[in-house]
Nanobody, 131 residues
Framework: QVQLVESGGGSVRAGGRLTLSCSISGDVASTNCMAWFRQAPGKPRVGVAAITSRGGATYYADSVKGRFTIYQDITQRAVRTVYLEMNSLKPEDTSTYYC?????????????????????WGQGTQVTVSS
């Protein structure tokens, strides 16, 4: 079992910045890939960014490249926290953001942003960007 707890959401004006955190507990040794997804009301959940636990390779959705950065904190050889630094925020970034855990490497199925590949999810944190 893996538990994920997100924090750091909030309301900002366009052009602002926020950093989300995802704390990982439980079977941390099973972590091979962590990702952030987001979901706006009435829309499907979509991948934002992902990072491999070993090596730290990163992947981003085109819509956030150059603005968002995913990174992780490794302690005692296990990923304990994953972050999503969000800069130059736009109103269209408004969503509930979820962190997700994958026991397999990010590109196991050929794509990192397949939600079904992630077995554990956090409860979500709301990000609202006003114009």
């Amino acid at each position: 079992q893996v538990q994920l707890v997100e924090s750091g959401g909030g309301s900002v004006r366009a052009g602002g910045r926020l950093t989300l955190s995802c704390s990982i507990s439980g079977d941390v040794a099973s972590t091979n890939c962590m990702a952030w997804f987001r979901q706006a009301p009435g829309k499907p959940r979509v991948g934002v960014a992902a990072i491999t636990s070993r090596g730290g390779a990163t992947y981003y959705a085109d819509s956030v490249k150059g603005r968002f950065t995913i990174y992780q904190d490794i302690t005692q050889r296990a990923v304990r926290t994953v972050y999503l630094e969000m800069n130059s925020l736009k109103p269209e970034d408004t969503s509930t953001y979820y962190c997700a855990h994958n026991r397999r490497w990010c590109l196991y199925s050929g794509s990192w942003n397949v939600a079904e590949e992630y077995g554990y999810w956090g409860q979500g944190t709301q990000v609202t960007v006003s114009s």
